[in-house]
């Protein structure tokens, strides 16, 4: 069974390498997971201490999550995705409706600040998932508790 062999030379060696390349970590699940504001590794645990501050690990599973790096992308992605839905809708209502100006600018304020409020912590979680999935900024690091 050479495959065997190779899996347990990989095993013994991951315990002396800084980065867990073993592990396949799919992209999608923790997507999905860190949209809902979960953990990306077990999928159980809040990734979210508050509105949008990131927990250092994840209650459960002990998965260390101070390695994230989001910075202003999510806010980036915020006003990109807003700007693309409600700029078109604004254009629509306005040419085929006509409303008063007060009426528009009200409806469309409190849209954009309801639409930004709701994709702004689920598009935190996507990205601190998808740097979790892809081993980047440190994520793929072995703490020395898991090498163990």
Known sequence: MPNAA?????????????????VE????????????????????????KGYL???????????????QRADDGPAYLTILIVGHILAPLLMFVFVKYRPEPATLITIFSIGTVALSLYLLPRLKGAMVALQW???MHGFGRVDASQQS
């Open 133 to 135: 999935a892809k081993r």
């Open 25 to 48: 970590r799919p992209t999608w699940p923790a997507l999905r997971r860190g949209w809902a504001r979960c953990c990306p590794n077990c999928g159980a645990g809040p990734l979210m």
């Open 6 to 22: 190779l899996h347990s030379a990989a095993t013994h060696s991951a315990a002396l390498s800084p980065y867990d390349t073993e």
């Open 53 to 67: 501050k990131v927990r250092e690990s994840c209650p459960v599973c002990g998965e260390n999550f101070t390695a």
